[in-house]
């Protein structure tokens, strides 16, 4: 698995590591041996059909329309309802080729190809539901890519924020505000953790808490969940030395007591190797 461009991003808010060749990384995790250049040669393709459409000077609005022509209309990118949990919804080498992902993914899809055309298109995290803005110096357009790119106003921002996770938006303006590059692909990889733990894919589920270790390394929550996947598969030191250190930065925790039995029980598996 190749993960310095995304090791990179994680680790350093300002870091100049491109966010489709990050995500591609990050989906290596899901196909090993990825072709990198094949996927960000369809992001160029659909930037440039987008381009051939735009007259000189054309306007954000323009922009927005020709964009979601080519996306939604033409080539049919959607919302993956049906199938929201598949790994490959948030994998960008499998969103290109199925035209099928969640929210955060398709956003980058809109993202990259924006940016290609020198177009400002940033992240906005509301909870529950990812969307972008458009920006220029003249207009901002709020987007919701998994359902075709539909410009929203603000009252459909508060109410998708209300209806997905009882967030008044008005009282929190500030969930508006641009995604940086770090936070972005955090969600992602989060979003996958969250799969891979429900389907016990270990494997591919300590690869990914690896990686949200080496992004958060104070967060303690990451911690248990590693610990709990060297558990599952046997990995009784590993296990141990997570677990302590969630409890060291988390010495309040409600989960304080269950992860001290735990422990416990591993001092015993090691007793009988004795």
Known sequence: MRVKSLLDALRDDRSQVRL???ALELA??????????????????????IDATLTRGASGLDF????????????QFRGNAEEYYDPRNSCLNSVLIRRLGIPISLSLVYMEVARRLGR???GVGLPGHFIVAYEDSESRYWLDPFHGGQILSFS??????????NVDLRSNPALLGPVTK???????????????????A????????????????????????????????????????DLETYLKLQPDSPEREGVEKQL???????????
């Not at 270790?213 to 990451?222: G, L, Q, R, T």
Request: aromatic letters at 10%.
């Open 202 to 241: 270990f494997d591919k589920a300590r690869q990914v808490l690896d990686l949200l270790i080496e992004a958060m390394p104070d967060y303690a929550e990451e911690y248990r969940h590693r610990g709990l996947v060297h558990l599952r598969q046997l990995n009784h030191r590993a296990a141990k030395a």
């Open 182 to 200: 770090r936070q972005l692909l955090v969600r992602m990889l989060s979003n996958l953790k969250a799969i891979y733990m429900r389907g016990e």
């Open 64 to 75: 927005i329309k020709a964009a979601n022509e080519l996306l939604f209309d033409v080539m």
């Open 120 to 122: 400002t298109v940033y």
């Open 20 to 22: 489709d060749i990050a």
């Open 264 to 274: 416990v029980l591993i001092e015993r598996w090691k007793a009988g190797l004795n």
């Open 156 to 165: 459909d921002l508060c109410a998708l924020a209300k209806d997905a996770a």
């Open 28 to 49: 290596s995790i899901e196909f090993p041996g990825l072709d990198f250049e094949a996927f960000t040669f369809r992001l160029d393709s659909l930037a440039e059909q």
